[in-house]
């Protein structure tokens, strides 16, 4: 069991160029989320998918794009990377929405020049 | 504005003592609580949730108090180990949907065990 996973683990892009991560589990969730944390913040949620064929924002989803693929896979998308968005991004997945712990991957770290 | 607030950037506790990890928030709507523990370069794994219809949770050397009335939760570890230093992460939810999905995390306290 690998859980969640997420793939490239660090990316160096330069301004304007795009690209996409990729996050997978195997614990059959329904719901997967990504986040970006920023240091000496707490986590915060970029976009989230409460089931396989849905997708919403969250509190931070402007200059990003997700596609939630089938139950298992779920990536987001940088159409044109900015500075801003240099950061540390984060893929979990819960059983449902709301009310159920969420579990993490190891991250990818992007930075954008 | 932060619905979810650690004040204590760090703390440092001898091994062997008591760790207390503090957490406030304001949106009266959250009803379920977790704490995430984060070492550097990986993901917040899991530690330990606690519902808003209960006031205490334990598991194991961790217990998460919750305080509805002051909107305020801590976790204690007895005895803390010199494996617990590490970035301790609160977070919040609400159940009823309304809003995005997902968690609230806090800004995080970094716990440092001495030897």
């Known amino acids: 069991n690998a859980g969640v996973t997420q793939t490239p683990k660090f990316q160096v892009l330069k301004t304007g160029q795009s690209m996409t991560l990729q996050c997978a589990q195997d614990m059959n969730h329904n719901s997967m989320y990504w986040y970006r944390q920023d240091p000496g913040m707490g986590l915060r949620l970029i976009y989230y998918s409460a089931s396989e064929g849905t997708t919403d924002k969250g509190e931070v989803p402007n200059g990003y794009n997700v596609s939630r693929l089938n139950k298992r896979e779920f990536s987001l998308r940088l159409e044109s990377a900015a500075p801003s968005q240099t950061s540390v991004y984060f893929c979990?997945?819960?059983?449902?929405?709301?009310?159920?712990?969420?579990?993490f991957g190891p991250g990818t770290r992007l930075l954008v020049l | 504005d932060q619905q979810v607030k650690q004040n204590s950037p760090s703390l440092s506790v001898q091994e062997g003592r008591i760790s207390i990890l503090n957490c406030d928030y304001t949106?009266?709507?959250?009803?379920?609580f977790l704490w995430y523990k984060k070492y550097p370069a990986e993901g917040p794994t899991f530690l330990i949730s606690i519902s808003s219809i209960k006031d205490k949770n334990e598991d194991g050397r961790f217990t998460v108090f919750l305080n509805k009335s002051a909107k305020h939760l801590s976790l204690h570890i007895v005895p803390s180990q010199p494996g617990d230093s590490a970035v301790y992460f609160c977070a919040a939810s609400s159940g009823s949907g309304g809003g995005a999905d997902g968690l609230t995390f806090g800004k995080g306290t970094h716990l440092i065990i001495q030897p």
């Open positions: 979990a997945s819960s059983v449902s929405r709301s009310r159920e712990t969420q579990y």
């Open positions: 949106n009266s709507m959250f009803d379920y």
